[in-house]
């Protein structure tokens, strides 16, 4: 079921991530000196941060669905 997607975004630069969203954390971390930066600065945009907690459901979730039948019941 769908109960137990989230959606991750990892950014990475160089072979080092530097930044990551996950919708069960709720914001953006940093994991360089660059990406604490860039946390601040996403984190700061509480609009922002709402549409990539709220992508779980509209882009997660929807694809999900469309995707489960081709590649989960094989």
């Given at each position: 079921g769908t109960e137990k997607v989230r959606?991750?975004?990892r950014l990475i630069y160089n072979r080092e991530q530097y930044l990551m969203f996950?919708?069960?954390v709720g914001h953006f971390v940093g994991y360089?000196?660059?990406g604490e930066?860039?946390?601040q600065h996403f984190n700061s945009n509480p609009d922002y941060v709402e549409r990539k907690r709220a992508a779980v459901d509209?882009?997660?979730r929807g694809w999900y669905k469309t995707v489960t039948p081709f590649g989960v019941e094989r």
């Amino acid at each position: 079921g769908t109960e137990k997607v989230r959606f991750v975004e990892r950014l990475i630069y160089n072979r080092e991530q530097y930044l990551m969203f996950d919708s069960d954390v709720g914001h953006f971390v940093g994991y360089t000196a660059r990406g604490e930066k860039c946390a601040q600065h996403f984190n700061s945009n509480p609009d922002y941060v709402e549409r990539k907690r709220a992508a779980v459901d509209w882009f997660c979730r929807g694809w999900y669905k469309t995707v489960t039948p081709f590649g989960v019941e094989r």
